[in-house]
């Protein structure tokens, strides 16, 4: 992506120093990823100020992403030390799922409670993700009620508050936060597809590019269905197929519009379940930055 394109405005900076500013009064980190890209959308920053904090990585919406993809993700990161699980954040056992992983996770502290003669205690969980990542439609599935905002947009939460659980639990929650660099533009595009940045803050036709070539090679019939294209449409080049799926839409030559229209089918499922981050890109760990 260009380098002009600001992604970490002042309000995130503030997000994440009132993030350092309140992990200390947390037992365990909930950090939410895109199961659509759930390497990609780990913030560095936060395994950064978390270090040595108990930490659970919570991949959402497991209803959009590649299922097969999703376990096998769920699998590398368990493999490798980090406590993982996938939820569907419409899926009423949630609540119960979340809390006993935590439980799980937290043993030892709460053993430890246990044999001081403290038994019950409530489980403080800091919870952060990237913007748009389904964190506030994910709180209220745990707690029962509607009491974080939703929105299918980023930059929905603007506030940070504790949130209580009927079981034991209470979460704070957080704004979404980006981080000021990315190492590499296909991060940027890959958070950009998925509704992390802004749609303003990046070039369309860039984004709508790079899906034409993921669905092109992952998903071809679900590109041809959904856009009713021919085999000979498929070979064209992604910048003549973009023009011909802009035409299609019956957008003429409105090439932005096309390249939203794209973008927004992907991440409604239009073009069906994916996930953008395969495991090869994950050779060096987590212990490096994205």
């Known amino acids: 992506m260009s380098s002009n394109i600001q992604w970490f405005p ?13 992990v200390h009064l947390a037992d365990i980190i ?23 904090k108990p930490h659970l990585l919570i991949l959402t919406k497991a209803d959009l992403a590649d299922t097969e993809m999703t376990q096998s993700w769920v699998r590398w990161f368990r493999l490798h030390g980090y406590a993982a699980t996938s939820v569907d954040s419409k899926n009423n056992l949630t609540s119960n799922q979340i809390t006993k992983i935590a439980q799980q996770i937290l043993k030892s502290k709460i053993n430890s409670d246990h044999a001081k003669g403290i038994a019950n205690k409530t489980i403080r969980a800091i919870c952060v993700g990237v913007p748009n990542v389904g964190k506030s439609t994910l709180l209220n599935q745990i707690i029962k009620r509607r009491a974080a905002q939703v929105g299918n947009r ?25 981080w000021p660099r990315f190492q590499n533009e296909s991060i ?75 973008i927004l089918d992907a991440r409604r499922g239009k073009l069906g379940n994916f996930t ?12 490096n930055d994205n």
């Open 154 to 178: 980023p930059g929905i939460t603007k506030g940070q508050q504790w949130l209580k659980s009927s079981r034991n639990l209470e979460l704070l929650d957080t704004p979404g936060i980006l």
């Open 10 to 22: 002042g309000h995130m900076a503030k997000a994440l120093h009132q993030f350092q500013n309140n």
């Open 188 to 262: 940027a595009y890959k958070l950009a597809l998925t509704g992390a940045i802004k749609d303003n803050l990046y070039p369309k036709d860039d984004v709508a590019l790079f899906a034409i070539d993921f669905f092109r090679n992952h998903a071809e019939q679900n590109l041809a269905k959904r856009y009713r294209l021919t085999g000979d449409d498929l070979k064209l080049s992604r910048v003549d197929l973009l023009m011909k799926i802009t035409k299609n839409a019956g957008m003429l030559q409105d090439f932005n519009r096309g390249s939203m229209r794209i």
């Open 30 to 52: 909930f950090e939410l990823v895109d199961a659509r890209c759930p390497y990609s959308s780990i913030n560095p920053e936060i395994r950064k100020i978390g270090r040595g």
């Open 276 to 287: 953008l981050d395969e495991l090869s890109i994950a050779k060096s760990g987590l212990d």
